[in-house]
């Protein structure tokens, strides 16, 4: 009789050492320093590359087998979304601005963190951490992809879809979420992994991926829950590495303490201003909502964050710079930024509209100490005047913060009727802030942030033009020639929700699906 | 105490999971929101395999978890028989 004698398997633990380490050498025809070139230059100490652990001790092989469960169970539901014109069944087409701007704004991010963890996976000698971003940067483009597939069929049939490639590097607040990743893939490879790994991952993308995609699922949109919770259980990952980085380096060297702690202030500071976008998202764009913005900042970014940074004291590192504003702004920064994109709705590639009566009195329920004070009268002020047939749209373009690029919208903390302003004079230019944070980063790394590229300024100095477009003309319209080099259709992708094409096609459609033509 | 959290999507696959770790855990706390569980617990939550193996009647590696996986908080330990999450402070 055969007895099937079962060969002893690799524990996890044995299994992350054989995989992880051992793999790489001291060069001999190259110098070591050749190799790698960035790692010294920031200053970071490193002596035991060995002492890097990925904690949950995935190898490549269970990578990938786990990976590919995940894509199928993905594509699996979005073919069954899209065949059955799940589309139709979300709670209505507002919803669908909120996935515009997701799209345009969130997916080439992932793109641009594929491309940041392999440039730092290919910088750092020790095997362990290179494995970690060789995941990372896969994780991050399989990212991209599923959102691009997913939102692809909302492309066939609603407008503002349709370049989001092309406007990245052109629509004014697209600059925003481009600049915050550019800024970081432009920085040495620990700083890099310190603003992306643990500023944004650890701190900051809970609350992106976790109740706004949850909301997704409560408006019925199975498309991106499934690819938000697909790319969320990638993160769970990563935001294990970007804790675990910090660890790392602090455990190297004490000279590295003062370095990090700079670099965590910094990025928590730039994500959370690009996060603005998100609360934004949750409070006015899910027409059924589960939380509020301020509820989800107080779940995600106080009482984690508050525990994660009470873990770390015993390394020395301080919860990050500016929390007290950021504590006050909770109340107010979601309507400041309704408020802008209701402005300059306009030369957007989404809809905006005033919410309706129920939207109201829950924003005025979930915020009692600031909406009905500041932002409801001002609303309602919009929609008289929009039912008057003076529906407003600003056309003076606005000044930006060099640092965020988010147009000077934020106030003083503790005046929220004072648009807060700060400004630095450097060599012979004057530059301007949104707050004490974006001045005081800018202050530290000036000759990098003087050379970002602001929409406004730009659009001023005749950079936003289509090829042989003549500013001087007689008769000549500034925001439609913009419009044109933006690739966007006046009257089609932008201005208010109400009377747009993408709200009268969906009425049709969605009786279309529930009755027989008459 | 800092609470600690783990988020997992709500699915047959894991309903058993949840009920292991609520069985694992009884300080731990579920929350229930659209399409996701959320289990907090002070201090630390541990995810055990045996339990879960116990309950789905067949075997079960604990990386399988990344699969339905949202979000977790904490310092992570695993090996193959648990997943630990826990602060220090």
Redesign the interface.
Known sequence: MDMKVGKKKL???EKYQHMTRGLGWETTYQSMDDVFPFVKYEGIKIHDWDKWED????TMD?YWK?QA??ER?LYAIIDAYAQNNGHLNVTDARYLNAIKLFLNGISPLEYMAHRGFAMTGRQFPGVGARVACLMQSLDEIRHAQTQIHSLSNYNKYYNGFHEYRHMLERVWYLSVPRSFFDDAVTAGPFEFMVAIGFSFEYVLT?LL??PF???A??NGDMGT?TFG?SA??D???H??LG?EVIKFVLEQDPDNLPIVQQWIDKWTWRGYRVLTLVGMMMDYMLPKR?MSWKEAWEVYFE??G???F??L??YGIRPPKWLDQIEQDKDHISHQAWATFYNYAAACNFHTWIPTDDELDWLSQKYPNSFDKYYRPRLEHWREEAKKGNRFYNKTLPMLCQTCQIPMIFTEPGDPTQICYREVDYKDNKYHFCSDGCKEIFEHEPEKYIQAWLPVHQIYQGNCFEEGVDPTAEGFDPLSAVLDYYHLAQGRDNLDFEGSEDQKNFEAWRGMATKNAA | MSKVFIALQTNDDTRQIIQAILADNPHAICNEQPAMVKIDAEGSLVVRRSTIEELIGRDFDLQELHINLISLTGNVDETDDELTLSWNA
């Open positions: 524990g996890l633990k904690p949950f001790r995935l269970a786990y469960e995940k169970k809970n991926f976790v995609v949850s909301g699922a409560y829950m919770f969320q259980s993160e769970a990952r935001m294990t804790l589960i009482e984690n508050g525990a994660l009470k873990d004291a015993r």
